[in-house]
């Protein structure tokens, strides 16, 4: 098994650099993973890190089912390949696939037999006997190939191994290295900085950015579907084209597009996957429209057309690119916010100088915040819908349901605006009816449901596949919930996580010292598992400021623990949770059946994460 998982690795440089923040990872058995991003965002960090070439800061690296935060580089049974090849000049092309397995100590016999066959599948068995010096960059590179291969590692590590080639045969080398992968079905970890390189041969890529990764999914995933607007413009060639815009949703369901120089339509039938938050035409939003889907075409007119001026066009053979401006007057203003490229096929007929039409396909069309530079056209979007409580019951989605109490006690009578995450909504055998109307499958095991219930539209995500057409029911968790009146939020959702501020102390009492966890105006006892696990941090642990994380249901409220003062209970029915007062911080647990006249807190600390405040990382 050459699973990889990474989690929550982090990597401070002199105890302030922070190249690599809370990366999580689980690399499948044979899996080609890319590591992609602009250099210096950490992707050689990590890789090194995996590779025992540099020390992890914090959080744990998994290699099969050994820890190998602490295993010696040469004992992870992995070979990497580097950029500059790192061969021995003085050796010949077999000595130097051989020198590895020398220093393990392996048969002779074993040695010719693996250098032969890496030799035989890399192409090169008739340069064994060269010094690298006679070969030219490509053959080398190949030699350093085979030097990994003999060695026979559960994991292949490759730092932008292409890079020192030229374009034509950096095109061939990567169909070689995906062959490669398909024939010794081990596990490859690829670094690059080539969106290309990684589109063309990952099965998932890693995108990552200043030291966070960006988004993790297959090429096909991070084209259609980027989180945001780094990955949606590092993604693909031509690059996707930004405007400024407003947006506006018209009483049909379709969404206007406002930009400076044109307006779009995208009619309801792609518009239901747009944050609702963001259509009262009061927000700065950022439209994405790759080149492929914005093209010339002389009869567009209307909702999915936009008229500009052609600055230059670039015959590219089989394609050619057109850059316009919907404003005539900043054809050459560099950075204009109004300029794009189209991509339109041979013979476009169109010369520089023109007014052009072009038509963009609506449906394709991309949205961010403009501050967080978030997608706000989600792939599973949570759905904003509007509901009426009347006489302890609440009429949403178009069924009537019972209120629990906590929601009973807090909205009068009215009509909200309620905020369903996909997250609280699952199909079950009784609930809110609905009729399936499109099933996609996201992954094996998990589709995406859109289902229309009532007036509104919906997305549920379902262990197993729905056909269109099926009448279906829904069960809600109300306490995902959030309801608002006249923009104002009424009732929040019930956090699912805690995180308490406080410090870890070791005290002296009597000819015992002992361990705790110290919030602001409340001490609870460290046991020891959790102990040790400070330890490992170091003697500084002492002084630093924390942050302990832990989710609703890894604390129990008893009659054993720590006092707390109970400020409110929310019941939900099937669920009850305490908001409760711990020191000056507060929090929600849930619990089952009756308070306790004095209600006390113990925490499950087997659950809890530990978070160093100052420099924000996790320490496990
Ligand atoms: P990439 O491989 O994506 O180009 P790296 O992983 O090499 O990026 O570097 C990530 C960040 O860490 C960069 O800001 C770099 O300057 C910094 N860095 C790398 N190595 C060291 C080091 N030995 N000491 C201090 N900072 C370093």
């Not at 990952?202 to 966070?212: Q, T």
């Not at 406002?258 to 009061?282: K, M, Q, W």
């Amino acid at each position: 098994m050459s699973k990889v998982s990474l989690k929550h690795i982090y990597k401070v440089y002199d105890g302030k650099v922070k190249a690599v923040n809370d990366f999580n990872l689980e690399v499948d058995d044979k899996e080609f993973i890319v590591f992609v991003g602009p250099s210096g965002c950490g992707k050689s960090t990590t890789l090194r890190m995996i590779a025992g070439l540099e020390e992890i800061t914090s959080g744990e690296l998994w290699i099969g089912d050994r820890l190998c935060n602490h295993v010696e580089a040469k004992n992870r049974n992995i070979s990497m390949v580097f950029q500059n090849y790192a061969l021995f000049p003085n050796m010949t092309v077999y000595d130097n696939m051989a020198f590895g397995l020398r220093m393990h100590k392996v048969a002779r016999e074993e040695i010719d037999k693996r250098v032969r066959e890496a030799a035989e599948i890399l192409g090169i068995t008739e340069y064994l006997a060269r010094k690298p010096k006679a070969l030219s960059g490509g053959q080398r590179q190949r030699v350093a190939l085979g030097r990994a291969i003999v060695r026979e590692p559960s994991v292949f590590l490759f730092d932008e191994p292409l890079s020192n080639l030229d374009a034509k045969l950096r095109a061939k080398m990567r169909t070689e290295i995906t062959r490669l992968h398909k024939r010794l079905q081990s596990t490859f970890i690829y670094v690059t900085h080539d969106q290309v390189e990684a589109m063309t041969m990952g099965d998932r890529i890693v995108v990552m950015k200043d030291g966070y990764v960006q988004q993790t999914d297959t090429p096909q995933n991070l084209f259609r579907w980027p989180a945001n607007k780094f990955v949606a413009g590092f993604i693909g060639t031509p690059q996707m084209n930004f405007f400024p815009v407003t947006l506006r949703r018209a009483e049909d369901g379709s969404v206007s597009v406002r930009a400076d120089g044109f307006s779009l339509t995208v009619p309801a039938e792609h518009a239901y996957r747009i944050d609702e938050n963001y259509l009262g035409g009061d927000r700065d939003v950022i439209m994405g429209i790759r080149p492929d889907d914005v093209r010339p075409a002389k009869d567009a007119v209307g909702g999915d057309a936009i008229k500009a001026y052609v600055a230059l066009v670039e015959e590219l053979g089989t394609q050619t690119l057109i850059y316009a401006n919907t404003d005539e007057g900043a054809l050459m203003t560099e950075n204009s916010p109004t300029a794009f490229c189209s991509a339109a096929g041979e013979d476009a007929g169109i010369s520089a100088g023109q007014c052009v039409s072009f038509r963009v396909d609506t449906s394709k069309l991309h949205f961010f915040d403009a501050h967080t530079e978030l997608t706000v056209k989600h792939r599973i979007p949570d759905c904003l819908a509007t509901a009426r409580a009347s006489g302890g019951r609440l009429n949403l989605l178009g069924a009537s349901l019972a209120l629990p109490a906590a929601l009973a006690d807090r909205l009068g009578e009215g009509e909200y605006a309620v905020a369903i995450p996909s997250a609280a909504l699952s199909l079950s055998p009784a609930g809110i009816p609905g009729v399936a109307e499109e099933c996609e499958e996201l992954a094996a095991g998990s589709h995406l449901v859109r289902v229309r219930c009532g007036g509104a539209r919906v997305f549920v995500l379902s262990d197993s596949a729905v056909a269109a057409g099926e009448n279906v029911a829904l069960s809600v968790s109300a306490d995902m919930l959030s309801f608002s009146a006249d923009g104002r939020e009424v009732v929040s959702a019930v956090p699912c996580e805690n995180r308490l501020e406080g410090r870890f102390a070791r005290v002296k009492e009597g000819k015992e010292r002992n361990h705790y966890v110290e919030l602001d105006g409340a001490r609870l006892a460290s046991p020891y598992e959790f102990s040790r696990k400070m330890y490992d941090r170091g003697r500084s642990i002492f002084k630093k400021k924390l942050a302990f994380a832990f989710g609703v249901n890894d604390a129990v409220l008893g009659e054993e623990g720590v006092p707390v003062s109970v400020e409110e209970v929310l019941d939900y029915g099937s669920r009850r949770y305490a908001a409760v007062r711990l020191g000056s911080q507060k929090l929600y647990v849930a619990f089952e059946g009756q308070l306790p006249a004095d209600p006390c807190i113990t925490i499950n600390f087997d659950r809890v994460r530990v978070y160093d405040s100052e420099i924000d990382i996790r320490l496990f």
